[in-house]
């Protein structure tokens, strides 16, 4: 080998290790990445796995909650219902002493039940027709345990899943990566004339990793 082909040869293996050094290095920053994509994809699983358990603890205390107020709405509105009902015997029986007196006290002993059962209800949720507005009861219900806590695991697992599916494009990446530097490793070694196909070859590799790696890193 003459001056000339020698000064190639090493000018050569000096690019050869330029190039090994970026994709190491390239390497390194992608693992980097695909650690953290991984490591965020399992606490939003965790999150989700938390908010889901706060939705159904959220559901079953509520749910619990409005049907104690229910079963008492239902006797506030029987009670006020009969003493209505009492009321009117009453006023219609005015002229019978034994038989008013007897309404009356039944009306009132039923407009008391009611008073009682108020205490076992949230009365700003009664409507002004008697009804019980239980959709907004379960809705501030709701709403109040959301400012406590989160319950929308949807959005977790959704972050989790994204967080997922770019660890595994780094990963698929990292393994590109590895092929170019197995090529660019076996170029060192090789003939000068088979050189130049592994190097090609790992460029080709190199710069596949590195446009998947980008895609990976700001679409995903």
Not at 15 to 38: E, F, K, N, P, T
Not at 136 to 146: N, V
Request: charged content about 15%; aromatic content about 12%; proline content about 0%.
């Amino acid at each position: 080998m003459n001056s000339s082909e020698s000064k190639g040869s090493d000018a050569f293996s000096t690019i050869l290790a330029i190039l090994i050094s970026l994709v190491a290095l390239s390497s390194a920053i992608l693992a980097w990445q695909a650690a953290l994509a991984a490591d965020t994809s399992s606490n939003e699983n965790a999150a989700g796995i938390t908010a889901a358990i706060n939705l159904e603890e959220t559901r079953m205390i509520s749910s619990i909650r409005l049907s104690d107020h229910l079963r008492a709405y239902t006797n506030y509105a029987r009670n006020i219902t009969l003493g209505n009902r009492f009321t009117t015997y009453y006023w219609n029986s005015v002229d019978e002493d034994h038989e008013s007196y007897f309404y009356n006290q039944a009306a009132q002993a039923a407009y008391d039940e009611a008073s009682i059962s108020q205490y076992f209800l949230v009365t700003r949720y009664l409507n002004q027709d008697g009804t019980y507005n239980a959709n907004a009861e379960l809705g501030e219900s709701y709403a109040d345990a959301a400012r406590r806590k989160s319950l929308d695991p949807n959005r977790y697992f959704a972050n989790a899943n994204r967080s997922q599916v770019k660890a595994s494009g780094l990963t698929i990446t990292l393994v590109i990566m590895a092929a170019a530097l197995w090529f660019y490793t076996v170029a060192l070694g090789v003939s000068q004339s088979r050189r130049y196909i592994f190097t090609t070859a790992g460029s080709i590799a190199f710069l596949l990793a590195l446009t998947c790696g980008v895609f990976v890193l700001v679409l995903v």
